[in-house]
């Protein structure tokens, strides 16, 4: 019988560190190119949120003035 919640559980658990593990891979690929090590690493994940409604990708539909201020001084992947 498949427990569903472990499942689940699992899949939330590995999917958390492959995006944690594609963000310090994006870090050190700018740290790189700009020569610059220095700063924190601050992963923000909203679940039920689309990326392409967001306007620091383009979408133009809603404003976000604080993610486009961090956006805007940030490595954004």
Request: net charge positive.
């Amino acid at each position: 019988m498949v427990h569903w919640e472990e499942m689940r559980r699992g899949i939330g658990i590995v999917a958390a560190i492959a995006v944690l593990a594609t963000g310090l891979l994006a870090w050190r690929m700018h740290a790189r190119k700009t020569g610059r090590v220095d700063g924190p690493i601050v992963l923000i994940s909203i679940d039920t949120l689309r990326a392409d409604h967001l306007p620091v990708y383009g979408y133009t539909g809603v404003r976000t003035p604080a993610i486009d201020a961090l956006a805007a001084t940030s490595t954004v992947f």
